[in-house]
């Protein structure tokens, strides 16, 4: 019987192995669970793509929940989502805003006229700054923001039909019911 | 004769050449107006121990991911107005999550990660002194004058 212990040992670590690739092909290891959810989205101030002189602000955006999606013209992925925002903008119920991340006005104008623009509103933020305070680190992603300006669900990656289904729409409409 | 050592001259002096102008590119890739050397080694020391989000297993020292270099930018600035190593790290803890230290903290979650290897290996050893201390008291070795004859009997 004593002769089996190292055998079982064998087997034990080959069930550890086993777990390890199971949990990694359940959980994606570039997720990195976002500190923000459920704190106040840091304050910015930043100017309108379309019109620079006008400044979207934390503040002037109170009052009403709203989805930031942070896209740019060179991002990739970001192509691969677009023609599902362009479908689901209308349908999810709060307004799209556009986050325009590091990217030259004129690239980021002529993308959405090429592609078509599902945004409501869009802000650009050429340098990244206001994007490092949110912890972005990769476009696309996605912040719900409710109407006290509380960050209450994010999406690291593009927002599939099937994650709007299961975790946007839900997010949605718990936001839904504490409106007054 | 002379001609080839002149053409070897000539290429060493071009590959020399090569090799000081990539050190003086690679300096200008990234430049940061720094004080002093010291200021440098600790900028460095800094930018060692935090992750790189985009390439997540390099540090934000080596990595030329474009967030990386705009990390920098920022540890570098917070440094300029007088922030702390600790307070530094916070701050892209607050943004990042703990995801970003390049060593985990010492807490509950991270208990087994820290103190796992050392379980094992005190385990293991566990095992070995238990087998060693069962076999010494099933085959009691003769105190005198007694090798090589017992020695056929031994399970190893």
């Known amino acids: 019987m004593s002769r089996l212990i ?20 359940q959980h994606d290891q570039r997720e990195v669970p976002s500190p923000l959810i459920n704190k106040p989205a840091p304050a910015y101030a930043l100017p309108k793509l379309d019109d620079p002189a006008q400044t979207v602000s934390r503040a002037s955006m109170l009052g009403k929940p709203y989805l930031i999606n942070v896209f740019a013209s060179w991002c990739i992925a970001c192509g691969e989502e677009h023609p599902i925002l362009m479908s689901e903008a209308q349908r999810i119920g709060v307004p799209l805003i556009g986050y325009n991340y590091k990217d030259e006005p004129d ?10 623009n599902p945004y409501s509103l869009i802000i650009a933020d050429r340098e990244g700054r206001t994007a490092i ?11 719900l923001v409710d109407a006290k300006g509380v960050i209450r669900y994010k999406r690291i990656g593009p927002l599939t039909p099937e994650v709007i289904e299961k975790e946007l729409k839900p997010a949605i409409a718990v936001l839904a019911k504490e409106a007054p | 004769m002379t001609q080839p050592r002149g053409v070897l001259h000539r290429m060493r002096a071009a590959f020399l050449l090569l090799l000081l102008s990539t050190s003086l590119f690679a300096q200008a890739i990234d430049p940061l107006p720094f004080k002093s050397h010291a200021e440098e080694v600790r900028f460095q020391e800094l930018t060692r121990q935090l992750r790189c989000l985009v390439c997540q297993n ?18 570098f600035q917070l440094m300029q107005s007088g922030r702390s190593d600790e307070e530094i790290k916070q701050y892209l803890v607050d943004r990042y999550s703990k995801f970003v230290l390049y060593d985990p903290p010492v807490e509950r979650s991270t208990l087994l990660l820290w103190f796992g290897p050392l379980l094992i290996l ?17 085959n009691p070795v003769p105190a005198s004058a007694n090798n090589g004859a017992n020695d056929e009997g031994d399970d190893w």
């Not at chain 1, 670590?13 to 390890?20: E, M, N, R, S, Y």
């Not at chain 2, 990595?63 to 930018?73: E, G, T």
């Open chain 1, 6 to 25: 190292p055998f079982f040992g064998f087997l034990l670590l080959v069930a550890l192995f086993g777990f390890g690739i199971w949990w990694n092909t």
């Open chain 1, 107 to 116: 690239d980021a104008k002529a993308w959405l006229a090429r592609h078509g």
């Open chain 1, 133 to 143: 305070d949110f912890g972005v680190y990769g476009a696309p992603e996605s912040f």
């Open chain 2, 58 to 75: 390099e540090n934000l020292a080596d990595s030329n991911a474009d967030l990386a270099r705009d990390l920098r930018h920022e540890v």
């Open chain 2, 122 to 138: 005190l385990t293991g050893a566990g095992v070995v002194i238990a087998t060693v201390r069962k076999r010494t008291r099933n």
